[in-house]
């Protein structure tokens, strides 16, 4: 299938609190992915790029396999199907069916498979279990709610959110711990770097959802950068020099999530879910901070605020938002926003860099009808003043 362009070309003029504007052009296409099953059951899926070219991997639900496909003329085309080794599948169990199963590519010969409990380094050229971890929960536990874990070639490691069990009793508050570690399959450990969270009033459990709260990760090689979903705040560590900073970055499209004010919110978990769903739909909230490496800047993904009601007075949908990105240079000045409506499958939950743009995934979404069973590739391609 021919690609598809599904947007045109926009210019867009604006400013940000550096004082700093840019002319930003986008455009979005779309590519088939020519298999002859179904994704009804994706529960896994990313990118990775090589000398050899550019990949998309997926796994369904129950599937002991990884389907990898190359991209080519037509499209995605399947190259290789890997079935996971029997020592993993007897080892994972029922993890297997998990919403949590991530992966990712150390090369074209490797991958690295996180679970709830388990991390495992796999050799799928030779279907071998070359590493195994289990996670027992008792002190700390890596995670990534947002899955969308990056292997760290310059570093070898694997950065991932880190959840703490051992110091609750010293926190002040909830969240007041470290939040980044990196993962070294050679030696098991784990190395936790000197990241907390920041002290906001919303973060409490009774205020807003912990998906507003959990980090928002990436990587320039050494530097680690940590952004959150309902505040403007950028975190930076570089493992190298040990040098930390604080940055806080707002774009011009930012609004300050709502606070709540029903205190029977924490006791009453319908009106909890009321607020979230609520807070989803109207409000603006980060989703996702990335690296682009090929082009040297960050990427801030964001669901634009919107009023609760549409001009004809009917409650808005969450998939009507607007979503749209900041980038940003790589000392975080903003060169410009750019935003589009997700009508007609313009819409990927994670965006991976390449070198020919940022690649996602969409369902085939066709107004509120969504093809499970089928799925295009999104690039969206960008051009900006540097």
Not at 98 to 111: G, K, M, Y
Not at 251 to 276: A, C, G, R, S
Not at 356 to 385: P, Q, T, W
Request: with cysteine.
């Amino acid at each position: 299938m021919k690609k598809i362009t599904i947007l045109i070309i926009c210019l867009l003029f604006l400013a940000s609190n550096h004082a700093q504007e840019a002319k930003v052009k986008y455009r979005i296409e779309k590519d088939s992915v020519n298999c002859s099953f179904s994704f009804k059951n994706l529960k896994a899926w990313g990118f990775y790029e090589c000398n050899k070219g550019i990949f998309l991997f997926t796994k369904l639900s129950y599937s002991d396999t990884i389907n990898i496909f190359k991209e080519e003329s037509n499209g995605f085309n399947l190259y290789k199907v890997v079935k996971l080794p029997k020592a993993y599948m007897d080892t994972i169990g029922s993890e297997i069916e998990s919403d949590r199963f991530q992966i990712t590519f150390v090369d074209l010969n490797t991958i690295v498979i996180v679970t709830r409990y388990s991390l495992a380094m796999i050799d799928i050229k030779n279907n071998k279990l070359s590493k195994y971890f289990y996670q027992s929960y008792d002190s700390y536990a890596l995670v990534d709610r947002f899955g969308a874990i990056k292997w760290n070639k310059s570093r070898n490691k694997l950065p991932l959110m880190l959840v703490r069990f051992d110091n609750r009793n010293n926190r002040e508050w909830s969240w007041d711990s470290e939040l980044l570690a990196e993962f070294d399959f050679k030696t098991g450990k784990i190395n936790i770097l000197p990241i907390r969270y920041p002290f906001v009033e919303q973060y409490l459990s009774k205020y807003t959802n912990y998906s507003y709260v959990d980090p928002l990760i990436t990587f320039n090689k050494n530097k680690y950068v940590v952004a959150f979903g309902n505040n403007p705040i950028i975190f930076t560590y570089d493992v190298k020099t040990k040098k930390s900073d604080s940055l806080y970055v707002e774009n011009v499209n930012y609004k300050p999530i709502t606070i709540i004010t029903d205190t029977n919110v924490e006791h009453d978990f319908d009106l909890y879910q009321d607020y979230i769903m609520a807070s989803y739909t109207n409000d603006f909230f980060y989703t996702e901070m990335v690296y682009d490496e090929y082009n040297h800047v960050y990427y801030r993904f964001f669901y634009k605020d919107m009023p609760k009601y549409d001009e004809d007075s009917l409650l808005n949908t969450f998939d009507k938002k607007d979503v749209g990105l900041s980038v940003l240079d790589e000392n975080f000045k903003i060169i410009g926003d750019i935003i589009w409506e997700t009508k007609g499958g313009g819409y990927s939950s994670f965006w991976y860099p390449t070198s020919n743009g940022l690649y996602g995934i969409s369902f085939g979404c066709i107004g509120d009808a969504c093809r499970k069973n089928h799925i295009m590739v999104l690039k969206l391609k960008l051009e900006y003043e540097k």
